[in-house]
């Protein structure tokens, strides 16, 4: 099984400033077919469903603020969120879905400092 | 509306078996793979198995296969989740999820139905 690993498991950080979430998988996730990273990105508030934010490791969803942006190579992957807002408070995944079983990562959460 | 919604959690004991049901409206369910991801308390997402559009093809996660099983019912929109031989271990919140038309990832999510497996 591929194993996704987040870091930090927690951050803190001020209103209005940059958060920067990383992710690493323990294979790579770039499909040679169609050269796209088979890589997503959800976030969870208490008390809802995840919502999918980034798909294809950098491709914003449906909906999704400019303020969120994801990059990354084959194993290495980056959300960042720029201009930090009080209602992106939350939990966050990275997913592959390169192949079964589609793993998660352990998940970080984001405050407010 | 898009929407898929979850029924049939409950408090069961272990060694028990349940069946965990997933309507869908409001899309196509004939064209996605669908998933059912599940969230034990306090802890992170699992992804436990999901199904091809036609039901040919299924995949689990290893802490389930043999005692769980995937299917679906195109004729009514339905997806479904059997589950036997449940441990404590299976206690979660089940969320049915939705595959991306072009499986980039899952893009409706249902409020989950919470599954206890106690004495």
């Known amino acids: 099984d591929i194993v996704m690993t987040q870091s930090p498991d927690s951050l803190a950080v001020s209103l209005g400033e940059r958060a920067t979430i990383h992710c690493q998988s323990s294979q790579s996730v770039l499909h040679s077919s169609n050269n796209e990273k088979y890589l997503a990105w959800y976030q969870q508030k208490p008390g809802q469903p995840p919502k999918l934010v980034i798909y294809?490791?950098?491709t914003r969803a449906s909906g999704v603020p400019d303020r969120f942006s994801g990059s990354g190579s084959g194993t290495d992957f980056t959300l960042t969120i720029s201009y930090l807002q009080a209602e992106d408070v939350a939990v966050y995944y990275c997913q592959q879905y390169y192949t079964s079983p589609y793993t998660f990562g352990q998940g970080t959460k984001l405050e407010i400092k | 509306e898009v929407q898929v919604v979850e029924s049939g959690g409950g408090l069961v004991q272990p060694g028990g078996s349940l069946r965990l049901s997933c309507a869908a409206s409001?899309?196509?369910?004939?064209?996605?793979?669908m998933n059912w991801v599940r969230q034990a308390p306090g802890k992170g997402l699992e992804w436990v198995a999901n199904i091809k559009q036609d039901g040919s093809e299924k995949y689990y996660v290893d802490s389930v296969k043999g005692r769980f099983t995937i299917s679906r019912d195109n004729a009514n929109n339905s997806l479904y989740l059997q589950m036997s031989g449940l441990r404590a271990e299976d206690t979660a919140v089940y969320y049915c999820?939705?595959?991306?038309?072009?499986?980039?990832?899952?893009?409706?999510w249902g409020q989950g139905t919470t599954v206890t497996v106690s004495s």
């Open positions: 294809w490791a950098s």
């Open positions: 409001g899309f196509t369910f004939t064209s996605h793979w």
């Open positions: 999820a939705r595959d991306s038309y072009w499986r980039y990832g899952m893009d409706v």
